[in-house]
T-cell receptor
Framework: QSVLTQPPSVSGAPGQRVTISCTGSSSNIGAGYDVYWYQQLPGTAPKLLIYGNSNRPSGVPDRFSGSKSGTSASLAITGLQVEDEADYYC????????????FGGGTKLTVL | QLQLQESGPGLVKPSETLSLTCTVSGGSISSSSYYWGWIRQPPGKGLEWIGNIYYSGSTYYNPSLKSRVTISVDTSKTQFSLKLSSVTAADTAVYYCARLPITAAGFDYWGQGTLATVSS
């Protein structure tokens, strides 16, 4: 059972927009900790996609965006492409765990 | 370009200790700007944070694994290491090492990962 809750799967057609939610609680996202998102392509290591709730590292397309509100966060992908098919994980920190790292359970994105 | 590379035995017997090393190249492991962490992923499952270490040796462990985990750093070899004791089949996973900036606080560089299997 992950501290942060994500839907197991989402899907969309090429060109569409999809969102992936990450629900936490008052001890993590709701406590003001930032949210980070990672993309994991099949057979590879995770890659940082969004940091500080809504910032993109250099090289990440602006089709990817992040937001945070209350005890939840969301990752939006617009103009869906076949190569976006991957697992996506949110990450934050939790004060009930001494401010340590927590991950969501991951969401499998399928591009139809 | 910073690179991280995990190494260690791919097969560990139950009840023994899993030992892995992460070698950092292309950057300094002694920088005060970063933590260095271990994350694992059981086959077909999600990511689990194991712990972080600072260049000074300060450590931070996942409470669920704390009693079995030791992370250490050797700045002279630009390496940090993971030891997980009393392993069971549930510890079978791909183990990743990664860098965690103390400011941005997202793991920004990852190793390719190494599969450690616990089996007799």
């Amino acid at each position: 059972q992950s501290v942060l809750t994500q839907p197991p799967s989402v899907s969309g057609a090429p060109g569409q927009r999809v969102t992936i939610s990450c629900t936490g609680s008052s001890s993590n996202i709701g406590a003001g900790y930032d949210v980070y998102w990672y993309q994991q392509l099949p057979g590879t290591a995770p890659k940082l996609l969004i940091y500080g709730n809504s910032n993109r590292p250099s090289g990440v397309p602006d089709r990817f965006s992040g937001s945070k509100s209350g005890t939840s966060a969301s990752l939006a992908i617009t103009g869906l492409q076949v190569e976006d098919e991957a697992d996506y994980y949110c990450q934050s920190y939790d004060s009930s765990l001494s401010g340590y790292v927590v991950f969501g359970g991951g969401t499998k994105l399928t591009v139809l | 370009q910073l690179q991280l590379q995990e190494s260690g035995p791919g097969l560990v017997k139950p009840s023994e200790t899993l030992s892995l090393t992460c070698t950092v190249s292309g950057g300094s492991i002694s920088s005060s700007s970063y933590y260095w962490g271990w994350i694992r992923q059981p086959p077909g499952k999600g990511l689990e944070w194991i712990g972080n270490i600072y260049y000074s040796g300060s450590t931070y462990y996942n409470p669920s694994l704390k009693s079995r985990v030791t992370i250490s750093v050797d700045t002279s070899k630009t390496q940090f290491s993971l030891k997980l004791s009393s392993v069971t089949a549930a510890d079978t996973a791909v183990y990743y090492c990664a860098r965690l900036p103390i400011t941005a606080a997202g793991f920004d560089y990852w190793g390719q990962g190494t599969l450690a299997t616990v089996s007799s």
